[in-house]
């Protein structure tokens, strides 16, 4: 297969290129300054069905024809869309019923974008000829790097519940259960009278007089990721018959919380991972933790290879309710943190910023004030920089520390029902993600679905392992973190874990059931605690968000107890030492930052973690390495100074360092010898 990022040598650099909304004179001017921005790809015609197709069955290629010569003739490789992500106003007249439903029973109307049914059978034969007519047509163009299916599946259509999805949902439920008792026994369904007779009595879990049954929720979710792969996968396909050397990718949506999508499950039909990243003001602390941490995932999802990131912005988005922009050097900053964890490619939306339409205040790398502008020249900045870090291509990220996610997992906890709503697992997560990093420890984000034979390899191959709050977990889950746990990987469980398996059915007998016997707990009541109610420990810290009544088996030591509170007396961490020479940590309350930071240090340490190199201040430190070398990225994105110790040549700077002392805003990626 052909490699995406072939062509100029080094990292992709480019952006959504949407030359439709512009007269054509204007594409001579954008390939003039993709030139000289150094710009080497550009995805081109992923809301494009309209133009290409303006009537069923009659293709619009010439203006087409001419984007993609010219690209080609000014030396820049297209990401080719497969044009199916915004059906067009004739579809949905001619074939209302594709237009998705809301649990609330609302159909949307034509008028914004992916508005579409993923089960739709009708969306889907009339997307597979638009795919097939695309390959057909530039399968051969030798500007084509790479096929960009649809785009950002999922983004506003992820969960449909339409008369046709139901019926999908039936034909899904057959595959899965055996018969309907196994369905009814899964679900739990003696209870409330939900009993069926017949898959055919079964819904999908729109809007309902009370609370949902949790598995039946589930297995919707589940369906929905299903589906919309679904719709990747038969474009793929598509695409593979006519261009079986072209790889294929599909636009993630990668974030700290788990979205709609199973990713690390769509991972593995990828020929390259890539992803979309935003920075999101106002609901984190630390914006470009949150991107960090998405970064990390997305290489967690893509098993360590290398992946690309399709979209970022150069400044502002235009759908927060305050739009930040980013102040001189961020735009450069935030794609240095992609690339220090595995990205071999930075894109943006889009190349030209509208003029008008939905996305008309969204920044782009040619803003509104034209290509005189500090934009713009940041831009032609950024494109030298990732001029010089081409060398880095095909370089991973070693780490000592995982982080376990799963996204049944999260979905799993979008229950309204649960002990408590302050519990979650994906800003747990994060939070661990954040400690260790200011920390200057690495760690990967690795989805459990990402690895469906090799869970326990995998996850014996860190020192440590943190389970941030897992309420599912199934069986191979719980078996895979006990393998590493007794292979000598350093395990830290922290409370509301292993309590239900894949059919979110309780693990009798005590909580956690799947952990209790690696960890030597055994909890019999949770006490949940409300907003303001943290109790105190008896180590002088304080336990928040969670207590329990808990006893400790007589090989685990108890280190920690509740102080007060219906608890008192109870074990809120423990430590089990296996016979593997690892310990088994366990966690059962919320610890403040420090505490929590203090923890994760004293696990570190036990396990032999040291940090990724010695550095001082708010600085991300990351390490890329290959056969040819290592590359330290040192990002300082504090507003103190930064000292990092590292010897060797500066890519950004260029010049040669012996320890680096950076500004805030500043960044060195160091060639270490
Ligand atoms: C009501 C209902 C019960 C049960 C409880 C739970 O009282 O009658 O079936 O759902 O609420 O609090
Ligand atoms: C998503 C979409 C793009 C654009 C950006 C704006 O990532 O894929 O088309 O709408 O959001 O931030």
Request: charged share 20%.
């Amino acid at each position: 297969m052909q490699r995406w990022s072939e062509g100029p040598s080094g990292l992709v650099f480019g952006s959504d290129y949407n030359p439709e909304q512009w007269p054509a004179e204007v594409r001579a001017d954008d390939v003039r300054l993709m030139r000289e921005a150094g710009v080497n790809l550009v995805s081109v015609g992923i809301f494009s069905w309209g133009l290409l197709e303006p009537e069923p069955d009659r293709f619009d290629f010439d203006w087409f024809d001419d984007v993609l010569d010219d690209l080609h003739a000014g030396g820049i490789g297209v990401s080719l869309a497969t044009a199916t992500a915004s059906p067009p106003a004739w579809l949905t007249q001619q074939h209302p019923e594709v237009l998705p439903v809301d649990a609330d029973g609302r159909r949307v109307t034509f008028g914004s974008r992916q508005s579409w049914c993923p089960s739709s059978p009708v969306y889907r034969e009339r997307s597979l000829k638009l795919v097939r007519a695309l390959a057909e047509r530039y399968g051969e163009h030798p500007a084509l790097r790479l096929w960009h299916v649809s785009n950002e599946l999922g983004c506003h259509n992820a969960r449909c519940y339409c008369a046709v999805s139901a019926t999908a949902f039936r034909g899904w439920l057959a595959t899965r259960y055996a018969d309907v008792a196994a369905l009814n026994a899964a679900w739990a369904t003696a209870f409330w009278s939900q009993h069926y007779t017949s898959l055919e009595q079964v819904q999908v879990p729109a809007h309902t007089s009370s609370f949902h049954n949790p598995a039946q929720a589930l297995d919707f979710a589940r369906f929905c990721s299903d589906e919309l792969l679904g719709q990747h996968l038969a474009e793929k396909e598509v695409l593979r018959a006519i261009t079986p050397d072209v790889p294929v990718t599909t636009n993630f949506m990668v974030g700290s919380q788990l979205n709609p999508l199973d990713y690390g499950r769509w991972a593995r039909e990828q020929d390259v991972v890539s992803n979309d990243h935003y920075l999101i003001h106002g609901a984190y602390d630390d914006p470009r933790g949150e991107l960090a941490y998405a970064a990390d995932l997305t290489r967690g999802a893509a098993s360590g290879n290398p992946w690309l990131l399709m979209e970022h912005s150069t400044s502002a988005v235009n759908w927060q309710p305050v739009n930040v922009a980013k102040a001189a050097g961020e735009m450069l900053q935030d794609s240095l943190s992609h690339v220090a964890r595995g990205a071999d490619g930075i894109c943006f939306f889009q190349w030209r910023q509208s003029a008008g339409g939905a996305e008309q205040w969204h920044s782009a790398l040619v803003p509104h004030a034209g290509e005189d502008s500090e934009r713009f020249r940041e831009v032609v900045e950024l494109g030298a920089v990732l001029g010089r870090l081409g060398e880095l291509r095909d370089s991973t990220v070693t780490n000592d520390v995982a982080i376990l996610v799963d996204w049944q997992n999260a979905w799993a906890m979008e229950s309204p029902t649960l002990p408590s709503q302050r519990v979650g697992h994906a800003d747990l997560a994060l939070r661990v993600h954040g400690l260790l990093r200011a920390a200057h420890t690495g760690a990967d984000v690795v989805p459990v679905t990402a690895h469906p034979d090799d869970l326990a390899a995998v996850l014996s191959g860190y020192r440590v392992l943190v389970v941030p709050t897992l309420y599912l977990c199934d069986d191979t889950t719980a078996a895979a973190v006990t393998a590493a746990a007794e292979s000598g990987t350093h395990v830290l469980v922290t409370y509301f874990s292993g309590i239900v398996d894949a059919s979110v059915r309780v693990r009798l007998g005590g909580y956690p059931g799947a952990f209790r016997d690696l960890l030597g707990v055994r909890v019999e009541e949770f006490h949940p605690l409300s907003d303001g109610v943290a109790g105190e420990l008896d180590d002088g810290t304080v336990g928040d968000v969670w207590a329990e009544i808990a006893s400790a088996h007589d090989d685990t030591e108890v280190l920690v107890r509740y102080a007060d509170g219906a608890a008192a007396g109870c074990p809120a961490l423990t430590r089990r030492d296996l016979p593997s020479g690892a310990h088994a940590w366990y966690l059962g309350t919320s610890l403040d930052d420090e505490a929590l930071a203090g923890l994760l240090r004293t696990v570190c340490t036990a396990a032999g973690v040291t940090p990724v190199a010695e550095a001082s201040g708010p600085v991300d430190v990351v390490r890329r390495s290959s056969a040819d070398g290592s590359w330290l990225f040192a990002l300082n994105h504090g507003e103190e100074d930064a000292t990092v110790v590292v010897r060797g040549f500066d890519l950004v700077g260029e010049v040669e360092v012996d320890g680096l002392e950076l500004e805030p805003g500043q960044s060195a990626v160091v060639r270490e010898v």
